[in-house]
């Protein structure tokens, strides 16, 4: 268990301790879990931070020859490595699915390699240099089959354009609330800056929609995406999914009621987790 879960522990149990009524626990700051490392890139030449979040019974010294699947988590546009880490329980998560959860950071990246900027090139950060990290750091297993990746918003369109553009490393891929369809949003949460003004780049930017990918998707991989009712991205997430049924691209797709918040994104992960976890078990 690490350090900053020890504390985050402690001090739910002084709270109990104290008789702390739910209000007062609601104005209390949630403390972020997992450690925080940097990671070197070399193709950006910089460091990127993320957090990591390894179950309770990695330190269980009856289990040290114990490997674990990992689920990279990416967080949505004007976030941050440490927002999942303080918006969802990735603690118990961990320890109940036995997984290792790592959430980068993507400052605003869309997790592209950005054909104008040499500085925000997070798609190969993420699928390669990450990965290669985490596998020679952890106690991982270190095939496509035990990694997934999955995100929210900006997040989510990240995990299916990486995931689905790399099934050589990624055997699972999700998405919740996904800007699936960039195209659509030319004005918006600095895509720009990765991609140049739109009217004057509109090939690059069909170029690296995920919803216009999906005829290079290649059968075998576990797919997940689902969305909020009351969505902005609604209609881009339903039209993926059509564009999935008509390539007969087998996939899970989920409409709840909802919209583009944490509360439906923390719900969100519970099913993404079930999901990953069944996939993980099938490439026993």
Request: charged share 25%; proline share 4%; glycine share 8%.
């Amino acid at each position: 268990m690490t350090m900053s879960t020890v504390k985050f522990k402690l001090i739910m149990l002084l709270v109990a301790l104290m008789g702390f009524t739910s209000n007062a626990w609601a104005q209390i700051d949630a403390q972020p879990q997992g450690d925080t490392i940097e990671v070197k890139s070399d193709k950006m030449n910089r460091n990127i931070k993320c957090t990591v979040i390894v179950p309770e019974q990695y330190f269980d010294l009856d289990l040290q020859d114990e490997q674990y699947p990992v689920l990279y988590l990416l967080h949505g546009a004007w976030g941050s490595y440490r927002d999942w880490p303080t918006k969802a329980n990735l603690d118990d998560l961990a320890s109940d699915y036995s997984v290792i959860i790592v959430c980068p950071d993507g400052q605003d990246s869309w997790y592209l390699d950005s054909p104008i900027d040499p500085s925000f090139q997070f798609e190969t950060f993420i699928s390669k240099e990450l990965v290669r990290y985490i596998d020679m750091n952890y106690r991982t297993l270190r095939s496509p089959g035990y990694r997934a990746i999955t995100g929210l918003s900006m997040g989510g369109h990240g995990a299916l354009w990486v995931g689905l553009q790399h099934p050589e490393v990624f055997g699972s891929c999700g998405s919740m609330s996904g800007g699936v369809d960039i195209t659509k949003f030319p004005n918006k949460w600095k895509i720009d800056q990765r991609l140049g003004k739109y009217e004057d780049n509109k090939q690059a930017w069909a170029d690296h929609a995920v919803i216009n990918i999906v005829d290079k998707i290649k059968p075998g991989q576990n797919i997940i995406i689902d969305d909020g009712s009351e969505d902005f991205f609604y209609e881009v997430n339903l039209n993926l999914h059509k564009a999935l049924l008509d390539r007969k691209i087998k996939h899970d797709f989920t409409i709840r009621p909802g919209g583009h918040t944490w509360d439906y994104w923390v719900n969100s992960l519970d099913y993404h987790m079930l999901f990953f976890a069944k996939a993980f078990d099938r490439a026993q």
